[in-house]
Structures are given as structure tokens and as C-alpha cells.
């Protein structure tokens, strides 16, 4: 059983920047995928970023390249989502989410992850 924990959500103005991180637990992290989902109300959850077990190859969603950047600490057993620019419609709550499938391209799709965790709220005021 693997238990993921985000922290780092928040109130900011628009153009600001907020860090979200993500620790795990029960498992072997250095293994796992790890992606970031979010979920504004009223829709659904959409993938954000992911990044392999390596940290070698980050994937964006096309409404957050060259905004926000994935990055992962296996030796802290951590992954991160670094967001600049923020924007109104990057208000959701905001999920890490782990893949025990050991694939060098990391998984977009929310079907491809095993556990998540309880989510952390953004909020970006305009």
C-alpha cells in the first residue's frame, strides 16, 4: 500500500508562483511513475504533469509547458510541482498520484495510476 501526501497549495494573485510537493510512503517510490492531476469544480480531472521513476523524461499538459516544471527527490522519497505564471483557470485542487508500472515515458492518462492522494487546494485570484 502507497500513501501519497501533497502540501504546498494556497491563495495567489495571478503571475504568482506556488510550489506543491508530494511525499510517499509504503512502497519502493524510486520505482514508481509519478504524475500531477488537477480538478477544477464542475469538471473533470485532467492530467497536469508526470515524470518517470528516473526523473529523466517530465511530461506537461499543453496548458502548462514553459509554467510549471515536475521534478522528483527519490532519495526523499518526494516529487514536485514548481508553478509559475499562474493563471484563473489553474484554480483546482490538485492531486499527485503514483504508477507502479516502471515505464520510461511517464503516463498521462489517469487510468494508468494506482494510488492517490487526498489532493491539495490552489487557488488564483485574478
Known amino acids: 500500500q502507497v500513501q501519497l501526501v501533497e502540501s504546498g497549495g494556497g491563495l495567489v494573485q495571478a503571475g504568482g508562483s506556488l510550489s506543491l510537493s508530494c511525499v510517499a510512503s509504503g512502497g519502493t517510490f524510486s520505482l514508481y511513475g509519478m504524475g500531477w492531476f488537477r480538478q477544477a469544480p464542475a469538471k473533470e480531472r485532467e492530467f497536469v504533469a508526470a515524470i518517470n521513476w528516473s526523473g529523466s523524461r517530465p511530461s506537461y499538459a499543453d496548458s502548462v509547458k514553459g509554467r510549471f516544471t515536475v521534478s522528483r527527490d527519490n532519495a526523499k522519497n518526494m516529487v514536485y510541482l514548481q508553478m509559475n505564471s499562474l493563471k484563473p483557470e489553474d484554480t483546482a485542487v490538485y492531486y499527485c498520484?503514483?504508477?507502479?508500472?516502471?515505464?520510461?515515458?511517464?503516463?498521462?492518462?489517469?487510468?494508468?495510476?494506482?494510488?492517490w492522494g487526498q489532493g491539495t487546494q490552489v487557488t488564483v485570484s485574478s
Open positions: 498520484a503514483a504508477d507502479l508500472g516502471r515505464a520510461l515515458v511517464p503516463a498521462t492518462s489517469l487510468r494508468s495510476y494506482d494510488y
